[in-house]
Protein backbone atom coordinates (compact mmCIF):
# COMPACT_ATOMS: atom_id res chain seq x y z
CA UNK A 1 0.00 0.00 0.00
CA UNK A 2 1.65 3.42 -0.60
CA UNK A 3 0.90 5.05 2.98
CA UNK A 4 3.81 6.08 5.05
CA UNK A 5 4.93 4.01 8.39
CA UNK A 6 4.89 5.72 11.67
CA UNK A 7 8.21 6.70 11.79
CA UNK A 8 8.38 8.23 8.45
CA UNK A 9 5.63 10.32 9.91
CA UNK A 10 7.37 11.42 13.17
CA UNK A 11 10.10 12.26 11.05
CA UNK A 12 8.39 14.99 9.05
CA UNK A 13 5.57 15.75 11.79
CA UNK A 14 8.29 16.67 14.60
CA UNK A 15 10.40 19.62 14.87
CA UNK A 16 13.63 17.23 15.93
CA UNK A 17 12.89 14.66 13.34
CA UNK A 18 15.24 14.20 10.29
CA UNK A 19 12.96 15.06 7.68
CA UNK A 20 11.15 17.88 8.85
CA UNK A 21 12.96 20.85 6.91
CA UNK A 22 11.82 19.13 3.75
CA UNK A 23 7.84 18.96 4.91
CA UNK A 24 8.42 22.64 6.66
CA UNK A 25 9.75 23.91 2.91
CA UNK A 26 6.97 21.93 0.96
CA UNK A 27 4.47 24.00 3.22
CA UNK A 28 6.89 27.17 2.00
CA UNK A 29 6.96 26.36 -1.56
CA UNK A 30 3.33 25.65 -3.72
CA UNK A 31 5.26 24.65 -6.69
CA UNK A 32 6.59 21.56 -4.80
CA UNK A 33 4.37 18.41 -3.91
CA UNK A 34 4.42 15.64 -1.46
CA UNK A 35 3.18 12.25 -2.61
CA UNK A 36 3.33 9.25 -0.26
CA UNK A 37 4.27 5.81 -1.58
CA UNK A 38 5.44 2.82 -0.48
CA UNK A 39 7.27 3.59 2.58
CA UNK A 40 9.19 6.60 0.36
CA UNK A 41 8.15 9.78 -0.24
CA UNK A 42 8.24 11.82 -3.77
CA UNK A 43 8.13 15.89 -3.91
CA UNK A 44 7.30 17.05 -7.07
CA UNK A 45 8.00 20.13 -9.32
CA UNK A 46 6.40 20.79 -12.56
CA UNK A 47 5.27 17.11 -12.72
CA UNK A 48 8.71 16.00 -12.33
CA UNK A 49 9.97 14.25 -9.28
CA UNK A 50 12.92 16.24 -7.97
CA UNK A 51 13.59 14.58 -5.00
CA UNK A 52 12.79 10.81 -3.75
CA UNK A 53 13.28 9.76 -0.20
CA UNK A 54 12.94 6.31 1.00
CA UNK A 55 13.16 4.89 4.25
CA UNK A 56 15.80 2.10 5.50
CA UNK A 57 15.40 -0.54 7.72
CA UNK A 58 18.65 1.29 9.51
CA UNK A 59 16.90 4.16 10.17
CA UNK A 60 17.79 6.56 7.70
CA UNK A 61 16.83 7.65 4.71
CA UNK A 62 18.08 7.37 1.13
CA UNK A 63 17.56 9.99 -1.66
CA UNK A 64 18.04 10.17 -5.40
CA UNK A 65 17.94 12.80 -7.86
CA UNK A 66 16.37 11.45 -11.70
CA UNK A 67 19.68 11.89 -13.64
CA UNK A 68 17.38 11.91 -16.78
CA UNK A 69 17.00 15.64 -15.87
CA UNK A 70 20.60 16.56 -15.30
CA UNK A 71 21.67 17.48 -19.08
CA UNK A 72 24.36 19.78 -17.95
CA UNK A 73 25.65 16.59 -15.70
CA UNK A 74 25.78 18.61 -12.63
CA UNK A 75 27.68 17.33 -9.52
CA UNK A 76 25.32 17.47 -6.78
CA UNK A 77 28.13 16.79 -4.45
CA UNK A 78 26.19 19.72 -2.29
CA UNK A 79 23.49 17.09 -1.34
CA UNK A 80 23.81 14.05 0.37
CA UNK A 81 22.64 10.81 -0.99
CA UNK A 82 21.56 9.73 2.93
CA UNK A 83 19.65 11.28 5.77
CA UNK A 84 21.19 10.29 8.54
CA UNK A 85 21.01 14.06 10.56
CA UNK A 86 18.86 17.24 10.18
CA UNK A 87 21.76 18.93 8.71
CA UNK A 88 21.12 16.62 5.87
CA UNK A 89 17.85 17.02 5.08
CA UNK A 90 18.90 21.12 5.29
CA UNK A 91 21.56 20.37 2.34
CA UNK A 92 19.22 19.02 0.21
CA UNK A 93 16.29 21.40 0.90
CA UNK A 94 19.21 23.68 -0.15
CA UNK A 95 20.00 22.47 -3.40
CA UNK A 96 16.36 22.51 -4.71
CA UNK A 97 17.08 25.73 -5.86
CA UNK A 98 19.57 24.44 -8.65
CA UNK A 99 17.70 21.41 -8.90
CA UNK A 100 14.71 23.61 -10.58
CA UNK A 101 16.88 25.50 -12.51
CA UNK A 102 18.26 21.73 -14.56
CA UNK A 103 14.50 20.31 -14.46
CA UNK A 104 13.43 23.79 -15.98
CA UNK A 105 16.08 23.32 -18.67
CA UNK A 106 15.09 20.08 -19.43
CA UNK A 107 11.47 20.61 -19.98
CA UNK A 108 11.97 23.36 -22.14
CA UNK A 109 13.04 20.71 -24.29
CA UNK A 110 11.28 17.66 -23.12
CA UNK A 111 7.78 19.38 -21.79
CA UNK A 112 5.84 16.90 -19.85
CA UNK A 113 2.67 19.62 -20.18
CA UNK A 114 -0.08 16.90 -18.68
CA UNK A 115 1.62 15.95 -15.43
CA UNK A 116 2.72 19.80 -14.70
CA UNK A 117 -1.10 20.92 -14.97
CA UNK A 118 -1.63 17.68 -12.87
CA UNK A 119 -0.12 19.24 -10.59
CA UNK A 120 -1.42 22.62 -10.48
CA UNK A 121 -4.91 20.85 -10.29
CA UNK A 122 -3.25 19.08 -6.64
CA UNK A 123 -1.99 22.50 -5.46
CA UNK A 124 -5.45 24.40 -6.94
CA UNK A 125 -7.55 21.60 -4.49
CA UNK A 126 -5.47 20.21 -1.76
CA UNK A 127 -3.37 23.73 -0.28
CA UNK A 128 -3.77 26.81 -2.49
CA UNK A 129 -5.75 30.22 -1.25
CA UNK A 130 -9.29 28.50 -2.99
CA UNK A 131 -8.83 24.84 -1.53
CA UNK A 132 -11.12 25.46 1.18
CA UNK A 133 -13.63 25.95 -1.82
CA UNK A 134 -13.30 22.86 -3.23
CA UNK A 135 -15.39 19.61 -2.71
CA UNK A 136 -12.71 17.09 -4.13
CA UNK A 137 -9.11 16.49 -2.49
CA UNK A 138 -6.40 14.63 -4.41
CA UNK A 139 -4.60 11.70 -2.17
CA UNK A 140 -2.51 10.55 -4.57
CA UNK A 141 -1.34 11.02 -8.73
CA UNK A 142 0.11 8.82 -11.38
CA UNK A 143 -1.66 5.71 -9.83
CA UNK A 144 -0.73 2.23 -11.35
CA UNK A 145 -3.21 -0.81 -10.30
CA UNK A 146 -0.95 -4.19 -11.52
CA UNK A 147 -3.88 -6.58 -11.81
CA UNK A 148 -5.88 -5.55 -14.03
CA UNK A 149 -3.30 -3.03 -15.19
CA UNK A 150 -5.88 0.27 -14.97
CA UNK A 151 -4.02 3.55 -14.80
CA UNK A 152 -5.49 6.78 -13.61
CA UNK A 153 -3.80 10.51 -13.16
CA UNK A 154 -5.37 11.09 -9.78
CA UNK A 155 -7.24 9.85 -6.96
CA UNK A 156 -9.58 12.31 -5.29
CA UNK A 157 -11.65 12.00 -2.45
CA UNK A 158 -15.65 13.93 -2.83
CA UNK A 159 -16.18 15.70 0.45
CA UNK A 160 -19.07 17.91 -0.25
CA UNK A 161 -18.91 21.86 1.33
CA UNK A 162 -22.56 20.58 2.83
CA UNK A 163 -21.74 17.60 4.52
CA UNK A 164 -18.13 18.32 6.57
CA UNK A 165 -19.66 17.32 9.39
CA UNK A 166 -18.29 13.83 9.28
CA UNK A 167 -16.00 12.20 7.68
CA UNK A 168 -18.23 9.45 6.27
CA UNK A 169 -20.07 11.54 4.10
CA UNK A 170 -17.64 10.66 1.17
CA UNK A 171 -16.97 9.11 -1.91
CA UNK A 172 -14.00 8.35 -4.18
CA UNK A 173 -13.39 9.89 -7.19
CA UNK A 174 -10.76 7.86 -9.81
CA UNK A 175 -9.45 10.69 -12.60
CA UNK A 176 -8.18 10.97 -15.28
CA UNK A 177 -6.74 14.39 -17.18
CA UNK A 178 -5.82 14.32 -20.98
CA UNK A 179 -3.95 17.52 -22.12
CA UNK A 180 -4.83 18.09 -25.92
CA UNK A 181 -6.89 16.39 -28.65
CA UNK A 182 -3.82 13.78 -29.35
CA UNK A 183 -4.59 11.99 -25.53
CA UNK A 184 -8.07 11.36 -26.40
CA UNK A 185 -8.05 8.17 -28.38
CA UNK A 186 -5.93 5.19 -29.02
CA UNK A 187 -4.30 2.74 -26.39
CA UNK A 188 -4.32 5.20 -23.58
CA UNK A 189 -7.44 6.73 -24.80
CA UNK A 190 -10.97 7.69 -23.11
CA UNK A 191 -12.44 4.18 -23.34
CA UNK A 192 -9.40 2.29 -22.92
CA UNK A 193 -9.40 3.93 -19.31
CA UNK A 194 -12.91 3.18 -18.23
CA UNK A 195 -12.58 -0.32 -19.17
CA UNK A 196 -9.95 -0.18 -17.07
CA UNK A 197 -11.10 0.96 -14.10
CA UNK A 198 -14.60 -0.71 -14.60
CA UNK A 199 -12.55 -3.93 -14.26
CA UNK A 200 -11.05 -2.42 -11.01
CA UNK A 201 -14.02 -1.45 -9.57
CA UNK A 202 -15.78 -4.88 -10.00
CA UNK A 203 -12.68 -6.80 -8.12
CA UNK A 204 -14.42 -5.97 -4.74
CA UNK A 205 -11.31 -6.88 -2.93
CA UNK A 206 -8.35 -4.91 -5.03
CA UNK A 207 -11.44 -1.72 -4.74
CA UNK A 208 -11.20 -2.30 -1.01
CA UNK A 209 -7.65 -1.96 -0.58
CA UNK A 210 -7.77 0.52 -2.72
CA UNK A 211 -10.46 2.55 -0.95
CA UNK A 212 -8.07 2.03 2.11
CA UNK A 213 -5.06 3.27 0.23
CA UNK A 214 -7.09 6.70 -0.24
CA UNK A 215 -8.61 6.97 3.19
CA UNK A 216 -5.16 6.33 4.71
CA UNK A 217 -2.95 8.61 2.34
CA UNK A 218 -5.86 11.27 2.77
CA UNK A 219 -5.60 11.46 6.44
CA UNK A 220 -1.94 11.29 6.61
CA UNK A 221 -1.89 14.24 4.22
CA UNK A 222 -4.04 16.59 6.56
CA UNK A 223 -1.69 15.55 9.89
CA UNK A 224 1.09 16.68 7.65
CA UNK A 225 -0.49 20.13 6.94
CA UNK A 226 -0.85 19.55 2.90
CA UNK A 227 -4.22 19.87 2.95
CA UNK A 228 -6.33 23.27 3.65
CA UNK A 229 -9.57 23.28 3.99
CA UNK A 230 -12.70 23.56 6.58
CA UNK A 231 -13.50 20.57 8.00
CA UNK A 232 -16.10 22.43 11.13
CA UNK A 233 -16.30 21.55 14.04
CA UNK A 234 -15.73 17.38 12.97
CA UNK A 235 -12.13 16.15 13.78
CA UNK A 236 -13.43 12.88 11.92
CA UNK A 237 -11.17 11.07 9.56
CA UNK A 238 -12.18 10.32 6.26
CA UNK A 239 -13.67 7.21 6.07
CA UNK A 240 -14.79 5.06 2.50
CA UNK A 241 -17.03 2.83 1.80
CA UNK A 242 -17.14 0.20 -0.78
CA UNK A 243 -20.94 0.07 -1.11
CA UNK A 244 -21.03 3.68 -2.59
CA UNK A 245 -20.78 4.37 -6.35
CA UNK A 246 -17.89 5.98 -6.85
CA UNK A 247 -16.91 8.71 -9.53
CA UNK A 248 -14.67 8.56 -12.76
CA UNK A 249 -14.08 11.80 -14.15
CA UNK A 250 -12.43 13.19 -16.80
CA UNK A 251 -10.85 16.22 -17.39
CA UNK A 252 -9.88 17.43 -20.51
CA UNK A 253 -7.44 20.37 -20.53
CA UNK A 254 -6.74 22.44 -23.65
CA UNK A 255 -9.52 20.58 -25.76
CA UNK A 256 -9.82 22.46 -29.40
CA UNK A 257 -13.35 23.30 -29.78
CA UNK A 258 -12.90 23.36 -33.70
CA UNK A 259 -11.99 19.69 -34.02
CA UNK A 260 -14.60 16.99 -33.99
CA UNK A 261 -12.31 14.40 -32.68
CA UNK A 262 -13.68 14.46 -28.89
CA UNK A 263 -17.28 14.59 -30.37
CA UNK A 264 -16.74 11.79 -32.27
CA UNK A 265 -15.45 9.70 -29.47
CA UNK A 266 -17.79 10.81 -27.21
CA UNK A 267 -20.14 9.51 -30.10
CA UNK A 268 -19.32 5.58 -29.93
CA UNK A 269 -21.49 3.16 -28.61
CA UNK A 270 -19.55 1.99 -25.60
CA UNK A 271 -19.66 5.26 -24.01
CA UNK A 272 -23.87 5.06 -24.35
CA UNK A 273 -23.31 1.41 -21.57
CA UNK A 274 -20.58 2.95 -19.48
CA UNK A 275 -22.81 6.23 -19.21
CA UNK A 276 -25.19 3.80 -17.43
CA UNK A 277 -22.74 1.57 -15.34
CA UNK A 278 -23.69 0.07 -12.19
CA UNK A 279 -20.61 0.19 -10.62
CA UNK A 280 -19.49 4.03 -11.30
CA UNK A 281 -21.06 7.58 -12.15
CA UNK A 282 -19.37 9.23 -15.34
CA UNK A 283 -18.75 12.59 -15.05
CA UNK A 284 -16.59 15.21 -17.26
CA UNK A 285 -15.55 18.54 -15.24
CA UNK A 286 -16.07 21.78 -16.45
CA UNK A 287 -14.17 24.98 -15.16
CA UNK A 288 -16.07 27.20 -13.02
CA UNK A 289 -15.43 30.27 -15.36
CA UNK A 290 -11.54 29.24 -15.78
CA UNK A 291 -9.04 27.08 -13.05
CA UNK A 292 -9.14 23.70 -11.61
CA UNK A 293 -10.89 24.18 -8.90
CA UNK A 294 -12.85 21.05 -8.35
CA UNK A 295 -16.89 21.68 -7.03
CA UNK A 296 -19.74 19.09 -7.39
CA UNK A 297 -21.84 21.26 -9.83
CA UNK A 298 -18.73 21.23 -12.31
CA UNK A 299 -19.35 17.78 -13.03
CA UNK A 300 -21.47 16.82 -15.85
CA UNK A 301 -23.26 13.39 -16.59
CA UNK A 302 -22.51 12.23 -20.18
CA UNK A 303 -25.45 13.22 -21.68
CA UNK A 304 -25.09 17.08 -20.69
CA UNK A 305 -21.38 17.14 -21.48
CA UNK A 306 -22.82 16.17 -24.94
CA UNK A 307 -24.61 18.54 -25.22
CA UNK A 308 -21.61 21.46 -24.66
CA UNK A 309 -19.72 20.14 -28.02
Not at 288 to 308: D, I, Q, T, V, W
Amino acid sequence: MRILTKTFMDDLLKPEGLLYPIRAKIIKDQTLMLAIRDHYINIYYRGGNILKVMEHSKGFYRTSFDDQYNMSKQNFSDSLADITTQDDAEKLVASFPNRKNIMDEYFSIYGKAEREFQQLVVRENNYSSFSNESEYFISDIEVTDPNPGARFDMMAIRWLASKRKSGSNCKAALTEMKYGDGALGGSAGLLKHLKDIDTLISNIDRYTKLLLTMETQFNQLDQLGLLNFNKGKSEARVKLDANDKPEVIFILANHNPRSPKLKTILSEPEFNIYEKSPVFDLRFFIASFSGYGLHSKCMLPLAEFRKLL
